[in-house]
């Protein structure tokens, strides 16, 4: 059996969206997506068995999809594809847009939200049956395939995550930073010797007021 030759069937990129008990939002991006029948309109979803937004899925039984367009932001399939929901908001770092409850991506080709009918699991996937209930075609663009992403758009969207994980953690060394300034109580001179605070001598005194260590506090 040659499994490529799967490749050759043909699926788009999209967003996925759906929400907590609570109303804290989780997505993921999903290729797995297709219209089933007419009446009642119903598509059909995969997700991995090991997706967050799957297990809030079957707890909600709505979700929200974004279809995403040929010139969307690789940096918006990195978030929604490199991560997981369990430990990060990805909605916070994309613009969009929450319809009763539901999150859209604002740059988007179309909208859908469906209603869960009916859920099959397989070992590695689940699939959801879903009517539509409600849509809206934005018309932006060309859809962006799943091919398209495989041919050409990939090194883009493993860049744009590689420079969002060195932005974090030059964000995290900064917070952390900034946490270990010692400032004197007295003057508000704030220590920014290479030598750390703590391994100071006993004698050091503020070099603007002149008062001891024991009148600096860590801010
Ligand atoms: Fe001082």
Redesign the pocket.
Known sequence: MDESALFKLTHGLYVLGAAEKGGRLCGSVVDAVMQVANKPLVIALSCHNNSYTKSVIEQSGVFSLSVLCKNVAPFVVANFGFQSSRNVNKWDNVDYELKDGLPYLKQNLAEIRAKVLQRIVYDSNTLFLAEVIDSRNTDCGEPLTYNNYRDYFKNDVIKSFNDYKQQKEKEKEMAENTEKKWV?T????VYDGDVPFEELPDDYV?P????GKD?FEQR
């Open positions: 004197c007295v003057c508000e001179y503020c603007v007021c002149g008062v009148m």
